[in-house]
């Protein structure tokens, strides 16, 4: 998966994972009363947060890392047909292992 795009600072582009779709009973269920998935895997990682002293502070995820992000967390964008969330780094709620 490559994407020419490039965060800036402390931001990371990710791509959420969609779930398997369980039908219960017969009932399907339409993608606009879906829940947006929370597992994403990041697609590219800004050089990190500016620092006052001038430096930068490493960034604590790297691309192809399986996370965990608020359903309604970071800005979500389209490029080239595909969706992506970018979101700053602190908005990240775990990494899976």
């Known amino acids: 998966m490559s994407v020419n795009i490039r965060p800036l600072h402390d931001r990371v582009l990710?791509?959420?994972?969609?779930?398997?779709?369980?039908?219960?009973?017969?009932?399907?269920?339409?993608?606009?009363?879906?829940?947006?998935p929370q597992e994403a895997e990041v697609v590219a990682?800004?050089?990190?947060?500016?620092?006052?002293?001038?430096?930068?502070?490493?960034?604590?995820?790297?691309?192809g890392d399986r996370i965990l992000i608020g359903k309604y967390s970071g800005s979500e964008i389209k490029i080239d047909d595909e969706e992506y969330v970018i979101l700053r780094?602190?908005?990240?709620?775990?990494?899976?292992n």
Request: negative net charge; charged residues 40%; glycine residues 10%.
């Open 14 to 36: 990710v791509k959420r994972i969609e779930e398997e779709e369980q039908v219960k009973g017969g009932i399907i269920i339409p993608d606009t009363a879906k829940e947006k």
């Open 45 to 63: 990682v800004g050089p990190g947060k500016l620092q006052d002293d001038g430096n930068r502070q490493p960034m604590d995820v790297s691309s």
């Open 89 to 96: 780094e602190d908005e990240i709620l775990a990494v899976v």
